[in-house]
């Protein structure tokens, strides 16, 4: 759906829009983008969580520090 609107939104461009009136894409490209928002959201929260629960599981300070790295380094990996 994303390629299609931004297709279209560029052979918008070319057509004269008077002052008073503006072109916008709503529908279901527009609850795609709020369902993308809240799901990015959700991942973040979702990591915020499991860290704070394995940083309640371990009291060494060393531990956290390598766990969290880990929290952070595991998601990331497929793209470094």
Request: hydrophobic letters at 40%; aromatic letters at 8%.
């Amino acid at each position: 759906m994303g390629a299609v609107i931004r297709d279209a939104a560029e052979g918008l461009r070319s057509v004269p829009v008077p002052q008073q009136f503006s072109i916008a894409f709503a529908g279901d490209y527009e609850e795609q983008q709020k369902a993308f928002r809240e799901l990015l959201l959700s991942i973040i929260l979702s990591l915020v969580l499991v860290y704070m629960v394995m940083a309640c599981q371990y009291e060494r300070c060393e531990t956290r520090l390598s766990s969290c790295s880990r929290c952070a380094g595991g998601p990331l990996g497929p793209w470094s």
